[in-house]
């Protein structure tokens, strides 16, 4: 199986955990994630605020799946503000034991470049977890544990600000890490090339040169 994440730019989540289902089944995902955060620190101010308000009604027609977890978060955060806080802790759920996968394909490749970035990178987290997975093209992208920004525009009209609204806590990859790949293959033309090599070695037969 070829998976193609070049030029993927990240999104939401649901899209991925659904290739990961047609792989592996749904009572394989909670075994997938292990790398994942335990849980993500939010700054509460009348910005995050009203920046998850407003991407609410996106969420709620492109990925109604999401919506309890993000109803969550943003019942948490306008608790934390009438109480006063400046930081509010939402814990993500915990990862379940799970089936680990198996009776998937006997290899899977995924092929990255630099735009294998936010959901794309938790993406990558859980399928490296599964077995007979390898990565070839160029490394992914990275981020840091920063994932949500607030933009702030100035009182001048000529620049605005965007600050960082919430930390990742607990996450196994680290700040600015990217994934590199076992096989780099710089441009289309290397990964076509590399693909033909590698079916015509299994479509031959043993002791065939391709």
Known sequence: ??????????????????????????QALPALDRRRASASLWRVSDGAIENLQTRRTRIAARYPQELPGFDRLLAGLQA????????????????AAGTPPHSGPARIVAITDGACISACLDFMDRLLEGPGVEQVGQPTGADTLYTEVES???????????LPMQRLQGRQRGALQAYAPRVRLEDTAAVNAWLRREVAAVSLPAGTAP
């Open 152 to 162: 702030v525009p100035l009182p001048s009209g000529r620049a605005t600000l965007l």
């Open 80 to 95: 934390a503000q009438r109480q006063g806080q400046a930081l509010y802790r939402d814990p993500l759920p915990a990862a």
């Open 1 to 26: 199986m070829v998976l193609d994440l070049r030029g993927n730019g990240g999104g939401a989540a649901a899209p991925g955990d659904a290739v990961l289902a047609a792989i592996w089944g749904e």
